[in-house]
């Protein structure tokens, strides 16, 4: 699908383009959503660019995501997509500045994108250029990034809180530990995706305020420091949430290290106390003529108070030293 922002009496707005279709005179933004072959090629004609395909836009050099070709600038970054979702991803978005107009290439479509084209068509001063435009996009995707690491920060606490304190001495169950290891993981998978998208950013707004090829107002240029020092610090944030992770999957496998040996112990402890019986019932089972006590009336009884006598000393012996 091909989308194009064109200017209006009042603001801007949006239509989809269908080639061999001529286009607008004017447009600012060109976004290309899943495009065909058809749609390619016609933004290519148009604006004199060579749209990289899918699979060049996977390439993770820096020298195939960040580079000048033929008076255009062409920046690949990896952006998260369906994170309020079970299964998050990552994929790869090309902003191209051509001919005072932004084009972007991409085969997801995340939520900044989609708000941000909204924030457009409301507020037209977000338009005044495609560097601009360019600009608030980046900015929509660090605030998203900015709230997903609030949400990973809020659950990771939640976690905590469930581990360490335990007021009214609650004993933590396997069940819960396993689902705590999956709230951890879906958690580091969140943050994992997040690093990845404040690194790309990162390179993406440091080469397009040193790009030959992209005239930046003063404005303009404040505007992507700011966004660059707010990736550096979420960055430094999402390495702290990466190191508590870690500490916190650590924990849970601390615990149930814990819960096994408990296990292990009583297990240990039960057959210490049934060692003495099975001892005192193995001699009387043995087939010697000469035993006193087969005779006596009273030999089973003493066999029996024995075997239970020999159980319960082991038993209190072990409660006595705290070993349950």
């Not at 607008?24 to 058809?38: I, N, R, S």
Request: proline share 5%; glycine share 4%.
């Amino acid at each position: 699908m091909l989308r194009l922002l064109i200017p209006t009496g009042s603001g801007y707005t949006w239509i989809e383009h269908s080639p061999p279709a001529p286009f607008p005179d004017e447009f600012l933004w060109a976004d290309l959503f899943e495009p065909t072959v058809e749609e390619e090629r016609a933004v290519e004609s148009l604006l004199t660019v060579d749209v990289p395909t899918r699979d060049e836009m996977r390439e993770i050099e820096t020298s195939n995501r960040l580079y000048e070709e033929d008076g255009a600038v062409y920046m690949t970054a990896t952006v998260g997509s369906k994170l309020d979702s079970a299964t998050p991803e990552s994929s790869a978005i090309t902003f191209i500045l051509a001919n005072n107009r932004l084009i972007t290439n991409r085969y997801a479509d995340p939520t900044p994108v989609r708000r941000f084209m909204t924030h457009v068509e409301r507020y037209p001063a977000a338009c005044t250029s495609s560097a601009t435009l360019l600009a608030g996009l980046l900015e929509a995707f660090v605030e998203r990034i900015a709230d997903l690491l609030e949400r990973v920060q809020a659950e990771l606490d939640s976690v905590s809180h469930s581990i360490f304190q335990r007021s009214n001495g609650d004993t933590t169950t396997g069940g819960d530990l396993k689902s705590m290891i999956q709230r951890i993981g879906a958690n580091g998978d969140l943050v994992s995706k997040a690093r990845e998208s404040l690194v790309s950013f990162q390179r993406l707004l440091m080469y397009v305020q040193q790009a030959s090829n992209v005239s930046l107002s003063q404005d303009q240029r404040s505007r992507f420091k700011s966004t660059l020092r707010d990736v550096q610090s979420l960055s430094d944030h999402a390495t702290f949430l990466g190191a508590k992770i870690q500490f916190l999957l650590d924990a849970v496998l601390g615990l149930i290290n814990l819960e096994q040996n408990n296990i292990i112990k009583i297990f240990s402890v039960a057959a210490v106390m049934f060692l003495p019986p099975t001892l005192v019932a193995s001699i009387y089972g043995m087939n010697f003529h000469f035993m006193p006590e087969l005779d006596k009336p009273w030999g089973y009884p003493f066999a029996l108070v024995a075997m239970v006598v020999s159980a319960v000393v082991p038993y209190l012996y072990f409660r006595r030293k705290g070993w349950l």
